[in-house]
């Protein structure tokens, strides 16, 4: 029989923690990461995941369906982000169930996207998989994306700010705010690069973020360091891109000026977001 690869779990006590029925966690395993579907309006599509109970207790466990907790409170303009739910078209059976020590339950996944619905070219819901007993915290969260493959995919950022903010000496951070207005979510790679006259490469600049995808109408912040000690003053213009599975989705320029503090001594660094080439 397959064996599944365990999902840590915290433990919250009640009463005496001495209690043997209390002390072990109740490790639920999926066989799944993520659930994706692609399927016309009006089609539908089912998908099986094996939940395991790899522990020596009977667990109970709750099956639902809900809208994503970052487009609950995503919003653009008049657009929100519970526009690409998809949890009124995706159900998990059963919804209860029992996990005797050592097996496995199959769960049935259903999605069946409406005719009125297909506006969008990616739909999104995620699976909560969550231990009946009280003495356990946490869910098991799988994400569930559902593609309309009668829209064509138009991911798109938007930059909302870029800071730039004094680090420690001639360090200067770069701190880019982008919101994902497109039809589908984004998996963003950031690239920066400082260019001086006659497009000479000066600096690339590596930005970090959290490496999560961006659903629809999600906003994220990201941020590069860059050293200017060894950049003669002058003016240059600092070009920023965004990939989407390399595909750029973002590409804009800024002009940049490197100059001498008010003491003359130690540089300084002017950002104009206002004039874009």
């Known amino acids: 029989e397959r064996r599944l690869a365990p999902v840590s779990r915290e433990i ?13 966690a109740v490790p639920i395993a999926v066989d799944a990461e993520e659930l994706d579907f692609a399927l016309q309006p009006g089609r539908a599509r089912v998908k099986h995941i094996a939940v395991e109970n790899p522990s020596e207790n009977t667990v109970k466990v709750n099956a639902a369906v809900s809208v994503p907790d970052e487009l609950q409170t995503a919003e653009y303009g008049d657009m929100t982000g519970d526009s690409f739910s998809a949890a009124g078209f995706v159900s998990a059976q059963p919804k209860e169930f029992t996990l005797l020590p050592g097996r496995q339950q199959s769960l049935r996944i259903f999605t069946r996207m409406t005719d009125a619905i297909g506006r969008h070219a990616s739909y999104y ?8 007993d009280d003495a356990l915290s946490g869910a098991v969260r799988v994400p569930v994306s559902v593609r309309n493959t009668e829209v064509d995919r138009e991911p798109q950022m938007v930059l909302l700010n870029l800071g730039l903010v ?7 951070i770069f701190q880019p705010h982008f919101v994902n207005v497109g039809n589908t979510h984004v998996n963003p790679t950031i690239s920066a690069e400082i260019v001086g006259e006659g497009g000479r490469s000066v600096k690339s600049i590596a930005m970090v973020d959290n490496g ?22 002058g003016n240059y213009v600092l070009i920023m891109q965004v990939q989407d599975d390399g595909d750029t989705v973002f590409d804009e320029q800024f002009d940049l000026v490197v100059e001498a503090d008010t003491e003359g001594e130690d540089v300084d660094v002017r950002l104009n977001v206002d004039e874009r080439g």
């Open 12 to 24: 919250r006590f009640e009463g005496d923690p001495s209690v043997e029925r209390l002390t072990a």
């Open 125 to 132: 819901a995620t699976l909560h998989l969550t231990p009946a």
């Open 166 to 172: 004094r680090g420690d000496g001639a360090e200067f």
């Open 212 to 233: 999560a995808r961006m659903l629809p109408l999600v906003s994220s912040r990201f941020a590069g360091t860059v050293d200017f000690s060894d950049i003669e003053r």
